[in-house]
Nanobody
């Protein structure tokens, strides 16, 4: 049974940092593309970042480039998202996701290709 469990969300001031973690079970993280989406209040869910199988190539949304960094530890079966210089517009529920295959990332990272979702972690950026 595939499960994705996020942790590490919380309240942080503008300019601060947080690291999200996603513990994966039911599959080997070295074999499937993995990444993050987020959904702000009143907005559609959007792709934030993903990491590909094999060469670990990555994708970042323009809004987070240079501030967020994705990584994974295959031995631990865990995906990470390091978020620096956070802004109020980064406030959202962040979801860990996988298409259940090695495809798509980094060329395509949209909600339509996702097979499995985590339940989400709330990140609030506010002073």
């Amino acid at each position: 049974q595939v499960q994705l469990v996020e942790s590490g969300g919380g309240l942080v001031e503008p300019g601060g940092s947080l690291r999200l973690s996603c513990e994966a079970s039911g599959f080997r993280t070295e074999y499937w593309s993995l990444g993050w989406f987020r959904q702000a209040p009143g907005k559609e869910r959007e792709g934030v970042s993903c990491i590909a199988v094999g060469d670990d190539s990555t994708y970042y949304a323009d809004s987070v480039k240079g501030r967020f960094s994705i990584s994974k530890d295959n031995a631990k079966g865990t995906l990470y998202l390091q978020m620096n210089d956070l802004k109020p517009e980064d406030t959202a529920v962040y979801y860990c996701a996988t298409p259940g295959s090695s495809w798509y990332c980094p060329e395509i990272w949209s909600t339509g290709i996702v097979q499995y979702w985590g339940k989400g972690a709330l990140v609030t950026v506010s002073s």
